[in-house]
C-alpha cells in the first residue's frame, strides 16, 4: 500500500525509479516485440508525470513559484553540460527545465484550470507546433496530470486500484493502437511522436504505473525507493557512462550506489547541490519581491499596509516553510 515516512512519499519513489529502469532499458537494450513499445516513450513520460507530482508535493509544503523557476533553469543549464557527454542519449534535463518554469504558478490554480489547460496543450502537442524528440506541450499535460494525482488520486486506496486498473488498461490498448491501427500524424500513438493519441495513452499509462506503485510500496523495501528518491544523479550518471558500460553494470551499479549513499546521507549529491541553490536562490527572490511590494503598499495606502504582502500562503513563513520542504 501507499506509505508515507517522514520525509519521502515512497509509491513516488518506486514510480520514479520504475521510470528511470525503463529509460536505461531503452537506452541500452535492443528489444523486441512487446517490449519495444512498452520501453519506447513511455519511461521518460512516466518521469515527466511524476515530476508534476513532486511540484504540487513541493507546493503543498510551501514552495513558491521562486522555487520551481530556480530549479527549472538549473536543470536548462544542467542540460547542455549533459550533451558534452559522447553519448547518443536524448537528454529531458531541458524540457522538463522549460515546462517546471512555465508551470510554476500552477500548483497553486485551481483544479478545474488544471484540467482545463491539458486540452489545447494536448492540440498543441499533437499539432508539432513546436517539433521535438520531447514535446514541451505533452510533457506540460504529463506534469499538469501528475499534479491533479497528487490532489485527487494519492491517500485514496480505491481511487488508486481504480486508477491503476484504468491506466493500465489504457496503456495495452495504446501499445495495440500502435501495432495494428494506421492513424493520421496528428493522432499518431506512437511513443515520442506527441500525437494525440501518446498523449493521452502517455498520460493514462502513467497515471497507472503511478498508482500501481502508490499501491504496492512498502517501508521495508530499499532498492527501487532510493534509486527513486535521487534520480538527477542516476539519471546523470547514466548519460556520462552509457558509452562505455552496458544494462546491467548500469542497474546494479545504480541501485548499489544509491542504497549505499542514502544509508549516510539523506539525498544525493546532485539533489543537495540542487536543493541548496533553489534555497538560496529563491529565498533572495522572495525577498526582494515581498520588499519591493511592501514599499508599493506603503507608499499608496501606509506603513502597515505591506506586512502581509507576500502573495503566497502568509509571505516569508510560506517561503521559509518551503525551504523547509526542500530540506525534507
Not at 529565498?283 to 519591493?292: D, Q, T, Y
Request: with cysteine.
Amino acid at each position: 500500500m501507499q506509505t508515507r515516512n517522514a520525509r519521502r512519499i515512497t509509491g513516488i519513489d518506486v514510480a520514479r525509479a520504475v521510470a528511470l529502469v525503463g529509460m536505461f532499458f531503452s537506452h541500452l537494450t535492443f528489444p523486441n516485440g512487446i517490449a519495444v513499445e512498452v520501453l519506447y516513450g513511455f519511461p521518460s513520460a512516466l518521469f515527466a508525470f511524476v515530476a508534476g507530482v513532486s511540484m504540487s508535493l513541493m507546493a503543498s509544503k510551501g514552495a513558491t513559484p521562486a522555487h520551481f523557476i530556480v530549479r527549472g533553469v538549473l536543470l536548462i543549464a544542467l542540460h547542455p553540460l549533459l550533451a558534452l557527454a559522447p553519448t547518443s542519449i536524448y537528454i529531458v534535463l531541458g524540457t522538463l527545465g522549460l515546462c517546471m518554469v512555465a508551470l510554476a504558478w500552477a500548483p497553486k490554480w485551481d483544479s478545474r484550470w488544471l484540467l482545463a489547460l491539458m486540452a489545447p496543450l494536448a492540440i498543441l502537442s499533437a499539432a508539432q507546433v513546436i517539433p521535438a524528440m520531447y514535446s514541451p506541450a505533452m510533457w506540460a499535460v504529463l506534469m499538469l496530470a501528475g499534479m491533479l494525482f497528487h490532489r485527487h488520486v494519492m491517500g485514496n486506496r480505491a481511487r488508486l486500484a481504480a486508477s491503476a486498473a484504468v491506466g493500465l488498461v489504457a496503456m495495452a490498448a495504446d501499445i495495440a493502437t500502435r501495432w495494428y491501427v494506421p492513424l493520421h500524424w496528428f493522432f499518431d500513438a506512437d511513443g515520442h511522436t506527441g500525437g494525440l493519441f501518446d498523449v493521452v495513452g502517455s498520460t493514462l499509462a502513467s497515471i497507472g504505473i503511478s498508482a500501481l506503485c502508490c499501491l504496492i510500496a512498502q517501508p521495508w523495501q530499499r532498492v527501487l525507493p532510493r534509486m527513486g528518491a535521487m534520480p538527477l544523479t542516476l539519471y546523470c550518471l547514466h548519460v556520462v557512462t552509457e558509452p562505455f558500460i552496458g544494462i546491467w553494470p548500469t542497474l546494479v551499479g545504480a541501485a548499489l550506489l544509491a542504497m549505499a549513499w542514502l544509508q549516510f546521507f539523506p539525498r544525493g549529491p546532485l539533489e543537495e547541490a540542487m536543493r541548496r541553490t533553489v534555497a538560496i536562490c529563491a529565498r533572495e527572490i522572495n525577498n526582494r519581491l515581498s520588499k519591493e511590494t511592501k514599499h508599493e503598499h506603503e507608499a499608496i495606502d501606509g506603513p502597515d499596509a505591506g506586512r502581509n504582502a507576500a502573495g503566497w500562503d502568509g509571505g516569508a513563513g510560506g517561503v521559509r516553510d518551503g525551504e523547509r520542504h526542500l530540506r525534507g
